[in-house]
C-alpha cells in the first residue's frame, strides 16, 4: 500500500528523551516460536509494526487466535495447526516469514515454505536454512518455489558455514518438540537469538549455549504457555542515536540495552560524540566540539549491524572529513546512496565501499527502497534547511513505530498528512 510521504523540516537540533519501541528483530522469530506451545503464550513489548502484522497473519494461516490487551501486549494461542504452508503471498512481504519452516517442522513434523525471494539490497540466499534442516534429519526438496520438508529421524549436528540469525533460529524452532539432541556449531550470537532461546526455556524447552558459538537443543515433549517480555529494539535505538548525532544533539534513550548498543556507542565516541551508559538508559550528546570522519565495518552481532550501517552514512556524510563505510554483510545494501546523493552526500561506491566526503547536505524529495534505507534519509532530512519530502513510509512502517509523532516528541518538524490532504494538495 503506498502511504503520502513523510515531510521533515530539519536543521533544528533534538532534545529530551525518548523510549525505545521493543525490538521487531527479537518479536517476530519469537511470535513464530509460540506456535510450538498448544497453550496461550502472552508477550509483553511487541512492537506495534506492519511486519508484525504479516507475522501475525501467517500464524493465523497456520492456525493461532491471537489478542491485544493493551498497547504493546500480544496473547498468541496454537490449540493446533490447521495448515502446514506458509503461502507465497505472504512469505513474499516479508523474509523472517522463511523461520515459519522451524516452528511448522518442530510442531507439526511438516511444512511447505515459500522461497522467501530477493530483497530491494539483493540476493540472501537461504542454503544454510536447508543444509541444517538435512544435517539433524530432515527431509528438504525444492520445487516450483517452494520448500517441502518432513522430519524423519531428528538428531546429530550441523556447522553453519556463515553466523547467520535467522538460520541458527529455524534450526532451533525445529529441534525443541521431540526426544532428539541437535548440536549447532557456529551458531549465531546475535541478541534475537539469545532473547529466542530464553523464551523457548521460559516454556519448558531445554537450550543450552544461548550467547555461544555453539548451542545444544535438547527435545522435550511439549511446551507450556507463559509470558515473556521482548528486549528492546538496538536497531531502532542506534537509529535515534546517528539521528542525535547529525544534528549535533544531545538525547537520552529510554527502554535500552546499553550492553546491546556497545558498537554503535564505541564508533560514536570514536567520531567526538559523547555516550553515558545507563543501566536501561543512554545519553548521547554531540553538542561539544566537532565530530571527526571515521571508517565503519559492518559485522554479526557483538559487531557493527548491517542495519544500521545506511543511517550511519547519513551521518558521515554530514562530518568533514573522509569517511568509509564497507557492508560485507550485505554487500547490495547500498539503496540509500542516490538519495541520499540527491540531498548533496559526496559519496563513491566500488563494490561494497562507501567513500564519503562529508559536508552540509539539503533539502530534496527523495524515496526510500527499503527500510534501513528509509531511516538513513530521516538521519539526512533533520539535518537539512528546508523541507525534505521522503516517499516510501511503508517501508519505514515495517520497523518504526509512529515515527513522525515521536520524532516530534523531541523536537524535530516532521509529520505525514492524512491521505485525503494529500491528494487535496496533488
Ligand atoms: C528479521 C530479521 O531478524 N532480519 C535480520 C536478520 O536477517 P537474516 O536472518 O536473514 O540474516 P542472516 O544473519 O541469516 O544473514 C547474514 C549473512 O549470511 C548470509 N546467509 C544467510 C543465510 C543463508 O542461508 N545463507 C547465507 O549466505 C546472508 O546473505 C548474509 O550475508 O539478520 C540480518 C543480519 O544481522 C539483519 O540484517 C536482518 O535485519
Ligand atoms: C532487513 C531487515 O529486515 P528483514 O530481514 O526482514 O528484511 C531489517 O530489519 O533491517
Not at 339 to 361: C, D, F, K
Request: hydrophobic share 45%; aromatic share 6%.
Amino acid at each position: 500500500m503506498h502511504l503520502t510521504p513523510l515531510h521533515i523540516q530539519g536543521g533544528r537540533p533534538l532534545g529530551g528523551e525518548i523510549a525505545v519501541q521493543p525490538s521487531k528483530n527479537a518479536a517476530l522469530p519469537i511470535i513464530v516460536a509460540s506456535l510450538l506451545s498448544s497453550e496461550p503464550v502472552t508477550l509483553h513489548g511487541v512492537p506495534r509494526l506492519s511486519d508484525v502484522y504479516t507475522i501475525l497473519e501467517l500464524a493465523q494461516h497456520v492456525g493461532a487466535y491471537h489478542t491485544w490487551s493493551g498497547p504493546n501486549t500480544l496473547t498468541i494461542h496454537t490449540p493446533e495447526i490447521l495448515n502446514t504452508d506458509a503461502p507465497y503471498a505472504l512469505v513474499s512481504k516479508m523474509r523472517a516469514s522463511f523461520i515459519m519452516m522451524g516452528a511448522l517442522l518442530g510442531r507439526a513434523g511438516e511444512a511447505v515454505v515459500s522461497m522467501p525471494g530477493g530483497c530491494a539490497f539483493g540476493f540472501r540466499p537461504v542454503d544454510q536454512h536447508v543444509k541444517a534442516f538435512r544435517a539433524i534429519g530432515i527431509d528438504v526438496e525444492e520445487d516450483n518455489g517452494n520448500f517441502s520438508a518432513k522430519r524423519r529421524q531428528l538428531g546429530g549436528y550441523f556447522v553453519f558455514e556463515m553466523l547467520t540469525v535467522g538460520g541458527t533460529q529455524n534450526a532451533i524452532l525445529a529441534a525443541v518438540l521431540g526426544d532428539a539432541t541437535v548440536v549447532l556449531e557456529n551458531a549465531s550470537i546475535d541478541t534475537d537469538v539469545v532473547d529466542l532461546i530464553q523464551f523457548l526455556n521460559s516454556l519448558g524447552a531445554q537450550i543450552e549455549g544461548a550467547g555461544t558459538n555453539t548451542v545444544t537443543v535438547h527435545g522435550v515433549r511439549a511446551l507450556r504457555g507463559g509470558e515473556y517480555r521482548i528486549i528492546p529494539d538496538r536497531i531502532e535505538a542506534g537509529t535515534f542515536m546517528m539521528a542525535a548525532a547529525a544534528t549535533r544533539s544531545r538525547l537520552r534513550l529510554t527502554n535500552v540495552r546499553p550492553d546491546h548498543l556497545r558498537a554503535v556507542s564505541s564508533k560514536l565516541t570514536e567520531m567526538g560524540v559523547g555516550v553515558t551508559e545507563e543501566v536501561s538508559s543512554l545519553i548521547v550528546d554531540a553538542t561539544q566540539g566537532h565530530l571527526r570522519a571515521v571508517n565503519v565495518t559492518t559485522q554479526s552481532f557483538p559487531g557493527f549491524p548491517t542495519d544500521l550501517q545506511p543511517q550511519m552514512s547519513a551521518l558521515l556524510a554530514t562530518i568533514d572529513g573522509t569517511s568509509t563505510v564497507q557492508d560485507p554483510v550485505y554487500t547490495d545494501r547500498l539503496t540509500h546512496v542516490p538519495e541520499l546523493q540527491r540531498m548533496g552526500a559526496n559519496i563513491a561506491v566500488s563494490g561494497y565501499i562507501q567513500l564519503i566526503q562529508g559536508g552540509r547536505l539539503h533539502a530534496a524529495p527523495v524515496k526510500a527502497a527499503d527500510l534501513r534505507a528509509g531511516a538513513a534519509l530521516v538521519v539526512a532530512a533533520l539535518t537539512t534547511e528546508g523541507e525534505t519530502v521522503i516517499d516510501g513510509v511503508e517501508y519505514l512502517n515495517r520497523g518504526y513505530e509512529h515515527l513522525a509523532e515521536r520524532l516530534r516528541s523531541i523536537g524535530a518538524h516532521a509529520y505525514q498528512p492524512e491521505p485525503a490532504l494529500a491528494s487535496a494538495m496533488d
